[in-house]
């Protein structure tokens, strides 16, 4: 069965530091794009960032210079570094993956989806 997890989520304070994984198994198609996805109360899911298969990473302008994604093919996970932790990163975060390659920060073009992992930041 095709699965995403995620894991690495917590409280952390403000300026802070968290490294979300997430792992992938059971897909029987390489999978191509990579992307991490983020959901606050009350607020659309929105992209924050994404990772080709050889590694080209992609960000949103909001969380550029403190978000670091990464990805080993070999071991089927994505990882997302966040640093100085804001109280605005605090939301729900989501792995998603498809099997095109190009990268999109587009909902909807992922058919594969993670539970998501809860991020909260105090101030």
């Known amino acids: 069965q095709e699965q995403l997890v995620e894991s690495g989520g917590g409280s952390e304070q403000a300026g802070g530091s968290l490294t979300l994984s997430c792992a992938a198994s059971?897909?029987?198609?390489?999978?191509?794009?990579m992307g991490w996805f983020r959901q606050a109360p009350g607020k659309e899911r929105e992209g924050v960032a994404t990772?080709?298969?050889?590694?080209?990473?992609g960000y949103a302008d909001s969380v550029k210079g403190r978000f670091v994604v990464s990805r080993d093919n070999a071991k089927d996970i994505m990882s997302l570094r966040i640093d100085y932790l804001k109280p605005e990163d605090t939301a729900m975060y989501y792995c998603?993956?498809?099997?095109?390659?190009?990268?999109?920060?587009?909902?909807?073009?992922?058919?594969?989806w993670g539970r998501g992992t809860q991020v909260t930041v105090s101030s």
């Open positions: 990772i080709d298969r050889i590694g080209r990473p």
């Open positions: 998603a993956a498809r099997s095109y390659s190009a990268c999109s920060m587009i909902v909807d073009s992922y058919p594969f």
């Open positions: 059971g897909f029987t198609q390489r999978l191509g794009c």
